[in-house]
């Protein structure tokens, strides 16, 4: 069952522009960290960005400034902006998180969770 549902992906030309959304299903809650990882073919999963529930921000080295990560805590919902776009920047995106997942009997469990990815294309 998933937990994460992203939504955004495409194609578009270098430079352009694409925002990608991330939901978590209402059985997560006290989510710490929601972030977007990427892996391109023959390449390892890396972090893109990623914020805390208070806000704080990461970033991966290559982002420069061009993608902004955002998340509303009372719907769980994140935001990946990114402009900019380069070819290299081609890749399948997966949403993250670690939070509390309700088992539906009045209990939880701790846990960390993957998008199902969506592909992100950059090319003339």
């Known amino acids: 069952q998933a937990h994460l549902h992203e939504s955004g992906g495409g194609l578009v030309q270098p430079g352009g522009s694409l925002t990608l959304s991330c939901a978590a299903s209402?059985?997560?809650?006290?989510?710490?960290?929601m972030g977007w990882y990427r892996q391109a073919p023959g390449s390892q999963r890396e972090l893109v960005a990623v914020?805390?529930?208070?806000?704080?921000?990461t970033y991966g080295d290559f982002v420069k400034g061009r993608f902004t990560i955002s998340r509303n805590n009372r719907n769980n919902t994140a935001w990946l902006q990114m402009s900019g776009l380069k070819p290299e920047d081609t890749a399948v995106y997966y949403c993250?998180?670690?939070?509390?997942?309700?088992?539906?009997?009045?209990?939880?469990?701790?846990?960390?969770?993957w998008g199902q990815g969506t592909q992100v294309t950059v090319t003339s």
């Open positions: 993250n998180s670690d939070g509390f997942l309700a088992d539906g009997n009045g209990g939880s469990s701790y846990g960390e969770y």
């Open positions: 209402g059985s997560l809650f006290s989510i710490a960290h």
């Open positions: 914020i805390t529930s208070g806000g704080k921000t």
